[in-house]
């Protein structure tokens, strides 16, 4: 068990919902004590209609930290084909002093086919977009050392995925907190596979924050997976009325075990 304390992360997904539903949201999310607020970086909506109402991820962040005063923010997680590594060192280090030191920069290697085809961006295979995510992130690490100003604080990454043989030796190269789902007994077997790929690199994998993505009722599987480490817990609410009860269980189970 981890000697973090817990906390609750919230995707906000901005699909089907006009950006004021989205920028009440943002702020009851923060004013009922989520830790955590994060979008997605996509182009369409993933659930219901395909081409429904949909925003851009980096610059609701940007809005996002003018808006919020406490909670951190971020992307959940930012696609690094869609724009160049040095590009998003400045975005996220922009976004980073906007907030006063608040942004999380979370990022993958991208999936969601019909983003690629629409936007003009090379689709290629799953292993090669990983390939690309490896050579950028030393790139972003780099850059974000060159800017002037340079950022507020150490930004913290999040590498989301679940690769056993690429994604995950990223995250324990590179990662400040990583992100998988799945029932307990699967994240238990990708922890597992974590601490070997630090054991290889010389991390230690207590430097690491585990975050999972969670629905349902804490008591069903939040001390299992705290018990396994995850200190992390994320659920996701969805546009156009963004339902928070599920939520707010998750953050009474949170207050309860911070104690």
């Known amino acids: 068990m981890s000697s973090r304390p817990v906390r609750v992360g919230l995707q ?44 851009e991820c980096w610059t609701m ?55 690629y085809q629409e936007y003009g961006y090379e689709f290629g295979t799953a292993g090669g977009r990983l390939d ?16 002037n100003p340079e950022p507020t604080r150490d930004i913290p990454v999040l590498i989301g995925g679940g690769g056993e043989k690429k994604t995950l030796r990223l995250v324990a190269k590179h990662a400040d907190i990583w992100h998988t789902f799945g029932d307990p007994e699967k994240v238990e077997h990708k922890i597992g596979v974590l601490r070997r790929h630090c054991a290889d690199v010389g991390r230690d994998p207590a430097e690491i924050e585990i975050s999972a993505g969670v629905s349902g009722k804490p008591a069903e599987t939040g001390q299992t997976l705290l018990d396994l480490g995850v200190t992390l817990f994320t659920i996701e609410a969805n546009g156009p009325d963004y339902d928070y009860r599920e939520l707010r269980e998750w953050l009474t189970w949170r207050d309860e075990v911070n104690g």
């Open 12 to 55: 906000l997904q901005p699909q089907h919902a006009d950006y004021q539903s989205i920028r009440r949201a943002a702020a009851e999310a923060e004013d009922i004590g989520v830790d955590i607020l994060f979008n997605w970086d996509h182009f369409y909506p993933l659930y219901g209609d395909p081409d429904g109402k949909h925003f």
């Open 132 to 147: 690309d995510l490896a050579e950028a992130l030393p790139r972003i690490e780099s850059r974000l050392g060159k800017l």
């Open 61 to 115: 962040l940007a809005a996002w930290a003018e808006q919020t005063s406490r909670v951190e923010i971020g992307a959940l997680v930012t696609c690094n084909s869609y724009r160049n590594p040095e590009l998003l060192a400045d975005m996220a280090r922009t976004v980073d002093h906007i907030s006063d030191g608040r942004l999380i920069l979370g990022i993958g290697s991208g999936w969601f086919e019909k983003d």
